[in-house]
């Protein structure tokens, strides 16, 4: 077999991500130096042999290697166990995508995993989620007690008023009351225990893309979705509310930046060795919520989250720390990526088996 230029290569050379490209045929044809750092290997060895002998005691890669072939797109294994020749295991993330060129190709990213840092981050999405829950239950419980005393007192103001056409005034108040006293409820429904049943995700999709339709007519928002996905044991509602709220702020997003062709995609995968709740599953599901819209602005991004916080002026900062708490009581997460005119919201979740 002949090997391409070394020079085909080039532009891998200086990429921090490990890269791997395989011909039609499985065969290794170039490890650029950071793939060479993490597996401790040398390309020049590597090159020519196929990687299911290269990788015989990495099973999981294999199966990843043989779902692109089978599926032709992209699969993504956010952690697996990688051992070359007789080096012991180590834990990497990983992403094979098809190529055109060369025909049949594929291109495999290997990306080191710090465990101390994940579960770093683990611990603060769990702190995260319970300050969230905290302050919305002690909001929406500081604001509730008030309401009832004005919505009160503007029903015993209604019977004194001497003039039928005055009480108008008095329907505003205890009409604005009921709708503020059903804003708080809201705001403490993700503190009711979830009701787990069957749920298909498609269907949770579909009716909220039938609110954000009849709300926004002018928003094109497209469907890419995998069909074969099994069930999920979810609380249809919570995840309604979760993915309505993400939803409804990418709308906002496209529409007040002016852009005339703001679109959305709801997008659903496989997701592979995902650690949800320190708790690592096999298989997972995974939602994504993608605008086009101009990004979250780079100082709050990493608050996104939190209550109060907002990138849109008038935002009440409370949408997306409701949904992570929707998705949290579903044994998932929820993740921000952001630049300018891409944003996307993935949702994990566990799937049977």
């Known amino acids: 077999m002949k090997l391409p230029s070394p020079n085909v290569f080039a532009g891998l050379e200086n990429l921090s991500t490990g890269v791997m490209v395989l011909d039609g045929d499985d065969r290794i044809l170039h490890l650029n130096p950071a793939a060479e750092t993490l597996l401790g290997v040398s390309g020049a060895l590597f090159a020519g042999q196929r990687a299911r002998d290269a990788f015989e005691r990495s099973p999981e890669l294999a199966t990843a290697l043989r779902t692109v072939r089978d599926t032709g797109e992209t699969v993504i294994e956010h952690e697996l166990d990688v051992a070359v020749g007789g080096h012991p295991p180590i834990r990497l993330g990983c992403s094979v995508s098809p190529l055109d060129a060369p025909p049949g190709g594929l291109v495999v990213e290997l990306r080191a995993v710090d465990p101390h840092l994940r579960i770093a981050r683990l611990e603060q999405a769990r702190l995260q989620q319970e300050a969230n829950r905290e302050l919305l239950r002690n909001l929406a419980h500081e604001i509730k007690n008030p309401l009832g005393g004005i919505r009160g007192a503007a029903q015993l103001l209604e019977h004194e008023l001497p003039r039928e056409s005055l009480r108008e005034y008095t329907q505003v108040i205890i009409k604005e009351a009921d709708r503020l006293q059903s804003l708080m409820e809201r705001l403490l429904t993700p503190h009711r225990m979830p009701r787990f049943g069957a749920v298909n995700i498609h269907e949770v999709l579909e009716r909220v893309r039938s609110l954000i339709l009849a709300e ?94 907002s990138g849109r002026e008038g935002g009440s900062g409370l949408g997306l720390a409701v949904a992570q708490t929707l998705v949290a009581q579903n044994h998932g997460t929820l993740e921000c990526e952001s630049r300018p005119g891409h944003t996307v919201f993935a949702m994990f979740l566990p799937l049977p088996g």
Do not use: K, M, W
């Open 216 to 309: 926004t007519p002018s928003v094109r928002l497209h469907r890419d979705y995998d069909v074969s996905l099994p069930e999920i044991r979810a609380d249809a509602e919570q995840l309604i509310q979760a993915v309505l709220n993400i939803a409804r702020n990418a709308v906002q997003a496209i529409t007040g930046n002016g852009r005339a062709q703001g679109e959305i995609v709801f997008r659903t995968r496989v997701a592979r060795q995902i650690t949800l709740e320190s708790r690592r599953y096999r298989l997972g599901l995974r939602v994504e919520i993608i605008d086009n819209g101009p990004g979250i602005p780079e100082d709050i991004r990493e608050q996104i989250f939190y209550p109060l916080v």
